[in-house]
């Protein structure tokens, strides 16, 4: 730790969200029952908005550790805390939109956003398996309640109790996980276990522990074949939601995936490569071709989530800088095309979702040309065309395996993409479409400054993204230089070498 930094500061989002946290929910508890919890939304977007200021903040520290070596602040984190802090930013400000006065439980929702957004902080900085752990059940708790929120509905408990029971039973394999890691190396921190393996040889049970960590993380990033949850969650959950669910936890999972392959296990690399291959083959084939039998848009935009996290596993297959570099910004790009795009869906479809077909989203451009517009856009960046910063995620992505060698991986990938447009179009194609007359579609309410908040911020993130890169990638190269000491990418099934 460095001494001349108060090791407050190396926590200092984390801090906020909590203090925030707790003031919406006292102030929560001493409104009157009929009173409008609004307001405190927007204190807690007040919590997100200093948390974010304090992750830019965080850039001009030192690179160090805190806390007995337990929780580490450097390029890596700062790059993960600013993302999560935006996207729980942006999430906020879709649920004011969604919400009303008379929904029930809106101050424990804002809450536990809050509080949620501190599991995934914590996980990005985390160094001890122990403390990722503890942030990762801090995550999972929340999202577990707030998938369930809609408590009137039969979705609501049955997409909350199917996440809890198969998030406990991954949760269970990453501690025992953990378990045999000490075991074999005598230390949960993960500098500490990459220095009691000197060898790319190791004991049986450094395998099978590593195993199960990538399992449990498989879960949280909804990778395939541990993805069974997500259609069924995706769909019973709330659409503002979704938005969070769909995108911060998984970065945070990713950010500590990377901390662990990269950071624990280097020397390791000839074991865990293949694994990361067929993960992402897995993950994009499963998720675009269960994708092309989706009529409910929440389902579709499920699997095109599973689809995601096998793109963003071709980059961990790389094994290089520019892998983890094309990573970070994948991460950044999909947050913020994915979390536009359930601002259009919420709004339109309402707290309720009213609207889950595609064939509901029939002439939606004519009905509300914004809304329209937004999520063609949004549909546009998911497929990948220039422009958008879909493209650019993708296009580092694939640049990075190919420098690899990792060539069918970069081709399934690419053939992937292909399919994939096909049932994106297939939306866009409804919302340019004329409305029939007995359609159900409608503009809904007059959008709300809440709900044009969350677009400027995802339209503007995507645009940019997809036309000024270099600003992003610079962050993200920065935060890759943590693991510069990478070794080459060794030879996986369907591969070639350069």
């Keep these: 730790m460095n001494p001349a930094v108060n090791p407050a500061l190396r926590v200092l989002p984390e801090i906020i969200l909590t203090i925030f946290g707790i003031l919406v929910m006292l102030a929560d508890a001493t409104m009157p ?29 030192p690179a160090g550790d805190a806390f007995y070596g337990v929780v580490r602040t450097d390029a890596f984190s700062v790059f993960f805390h600013v993302l999560i802090a935006g996207i729980v930013l942006a999430s906020l400000l879709i649920a004011l939109d969604a919400v009303s006065d008379t929904t029930e439980g809106l101050g424990e929702l804002f809450a536990l956003i809050l509080f949620g957004a501190v599991g995934m902080m914590f996980m990005t900085s985390a160094v001890e398996l122990l403390l990722v752990f503890i942030a990762l059940e801090i995550s999972s708790i929340s999202t577990y309640i707030m998938a369930g929120f809609r408590r009137k509905t039969a979705k609501g408990p049955e997409s909350a109790l199917k996440y809890f029971l198969l998030g406990s039973f991954a949760t269970a394999f990453f501690l025992y996980g953990i378990a045999l890691i ?51 969650v995706y769909e019973g959950a709330p659409s503002p939601v979704v938005a969070l669910m769909s995108t911060a936890p998984k970065a945070a999972a990713f950010a500590i995936l990377l901390r662990i392959v990269y950071g624990a296990f280097p020397l390791l690399h000839d074991h865990w490569t293949p694994v990361l291959w067929w993960l992402a083959v897995l993950s994009m084939t499963i998720g675009n071709l269960g994708a092309l039998r989706q009529r409910n848009v929440k389902r579709l935009l499920a699997y095109s989530s599973i689809a995601h996290a096998g793109y963003l596993l071709v980059a961990f297959a790389a094994l290089s800088a520019d892998g983890i570099a094309a990573a970070s910004f994948y991460a950044v790009a999909y947050a913020a095309m994915n979390v536009g795009i359930f601002a259009v869906v919420s ?7 009213r609207l889950t077909l595609i064939e509901d989203y029939r002439g939606l ?22 422009f958008t910063g879909g493209f650019f995620g993708k296009f580092y992505v694939f ?8 060539i069918w991986l970069a081709i399934i990938g690419l053939v992937n993409s292909g399919i994939a447009a096909w049932y994106y179009l297939r939306v866009a194609t409804a919302i340019y479409s004329r409305p029939a007359e007995s359609s159900p579609i409608h503009a809904g309410p007059r959008p709300s400054f809440a709900l044009l908040l969350a677009l400027v911020i995802t339209v503007s993130g995507t645009l940019i993204l997809g036309i000024f890169p270099g600003g992003v990638l610079s962050s993200a190269r920065a935060a890759a230089a943590t693991y510069t000491s990478v070794s080459p990418a060794p030879p996986v099934p369907g591969t070639a070498q350069r």
């Design 399 to 406: 640049v990075a395996a190919l420098q690899s060698g990792l």
């Design 182 to 232: 000490f075991g074999a190396t005598g230390t949960t921190r993960i500098p500490g276990i990459a220095s009691a393996i000197t060898t790319g040889h190791a004991p049986a049970i450094v395998y099978i522990g590593l195993a199960m960590l990538i399992i449990g993380l498989g879960f949280k990033v909804s990778a395939a074949p541990f993805h069974v949850w997500t259609p069924d």
């Design 347 to 353: 709004h339109a479809g309402g707290y309720d979702d």
């Design 365 to 386: 451009a004519y009905r509300s040309p914004l809304l329209g517009g937004a999520m063609a856009f949004f549909l546009i960046s998911l497929i990948g065309i220039p």
């Design 33 to 61: 029952k009929t009173a409008s919890r609004k307001p405190l939304g927007w204190l807690a977007v007040l919590g997100a908005l200093a948390a974010l200021a304090a992750s830019f903040w965080q850039q001009s520290l």
